[in-house]
């Protein structure tokens, strides 16, 4: 691996600079993704404020996880497109402060928002009666304000931790973002208690929001099988097995990245896992839980034509 020099205080991303091949092709790739991302979770946020009929829980939810996946995406994503483009693999030392603390944030407060989304979903397979109640819209706020402060909180601890760990003058960061799990190996102290706080944390915002999940779809599973329709079972199974496969994904993938200890993997295996919830996922979100539903799409339909014939009513 090619050593670099720095006369600033920052750091270098090495990323996949010892594979340019790769990197041309993860920008490709990666780039394409990016824009499809931005034009489906825009899209999505637009119909749900713009159509009166999607101004339900599930929507207000969605479109919130929309925006989470915006900021999540765009806190990451730009500066890997620089360093997969060019030869400079820099970063300096506020710019990686500034993405570790707003990528952990996000990070994290997603992972709770798609808990409180599988409430939801439970709520409205196996209790449709008391659907009004439960998801009442004071109840969403409050619930949507909790994810948010939860992940607020987690990064004000974490990333502040980690950052005031001596590097010693290590500035090679062997991934291509500044994560926790990263700079923590990059310390030059003894750092059990950050690996033991880290451990913490992954535990209450991974393990206990997935098991939470997983305990929604065993009864929504439970529910479904109850249906008499064979059609009604298929598709219900479709829709939930399509969303759990995201949620397996990006869950999985990040309990990959922070639980396991980094030693025991090898090399190059953490960066394209991190690929996964940093890319991936906040593509699939907007084709799965939104793109495939007839009323959204419906409404996407609805808002194209009316913008069509305003256009039409201008030009004549």
Same mark, same amino acid.
């Given at each position: 691996?090619?050593?670099?020099? +720095?006369t600033f205080p920052?750091f +270098?991303?090495v990323?996949?600079s ?11 790739? #990666?780039?394409c993704?990016?824009?499809m ?8 946020i637009?119909?749900s404020? %713009?159509?009166?009929?999607l101004?339900?829980?599930?929507y ?6 929309s925006?989470?996946?915006l ?13 997969l ?19 952990l ?11 409180v ?14 659907? =009004?109640?439960?998801?009442r ?11 948010? %402060?939860?992940?607020?909180?987690t ?15 290590h500035?090679?960061v ?7 799990p990263v %700079?923590?190996?990059l ?7 950050n690996?033991?706080e880290?451990? =913490?944390?992954s535990? %209450? ?5 997935l098991?939470?999940?997983? #305990?929604?779809?065993?009864?929504i599973a ?7 329709? =064979? ?10 097995s ?11 993938? #990040? ?6 200890p ?11 896992v991190?690929?996964?919830?940093t ?5 699939l979100?907007p ?8 009323e ?9 034509? *009316? =913008?069509?014939?305003? *256009? ?5």
């Open positions: 691996m090619t050593i670099y020099h +720095i920052g +270098i991303l990323g996949f010892d594979r340019p091949q790769l990197e041309l092709v993860l920008f490709g790739v #990666i780039l993704l990016y824009l991302m931005l034009l489906g979770n825009v899209a999505i637009l119909v404020l %713009l159509d009166s009929k101004h339900t829980p599930m207000f939810f969605l479109s919130r996880l925006l989470l996946d900021c999540f995406t765009s806190s990451i994503i730009p500066q890997l497109l620089v360093n483009g060019g030869s400079d693999k820099s970063i300096t030392y506020g710019g990686c402060v500034v993405q570790l603390y707003v990528s944030a996000l990070g994290s407060t997603e992972c709770v928002l798609l808990a989304m599988s409430y939801d979903r439970y709520i409205t397979v196996c209790r449709p009666l008391h659907y =009004a109640f439960a998801m819209p004071s109840l969403c706020h409050t619930l949507a304000s909790v994810a948010w %402060l939860s992940g607020v909180a990064t004000l601890i974490q990333s502040t931790l980690t950052l005031q760990l001596p590097f010693c003058g500035h090679q062997d991934h291509f973002v500044c994560e926790v %700079l923590i190996k310390a030059c102290v003894e750092t059990t208690f690996q033991v880290l451990f =913490a944390a535990v %209450l915002f991974l393990v206990v929001p098991s939470l999940i997983l #305990i929604s779809y065993g009864h439970r529910a479904v099988l109850k249906i008499k329709s =064979a059609i009604g079972r298929h598709k219900a199974f479709g829709t939930g399509s969303h759990l496969m995201v949620v397996i994904i990006f869950y999985g993938t #990040i309990i990959f990245m922070y639980l396991q980094a030693k025991s993997r090898p090399k190059d295996q953490g960066k394209f991190s690929l996964f919830y890319v991936v996922t906040p593509i979100n084709l799965i839980y939104t793109l495939r539903n007839k959204a799409k419906a409404a996407m339909k609805k808002i194209l034509v *009316n =913008a069509r014939g305003k *256009n039409s009513l201008s030009a004549s």
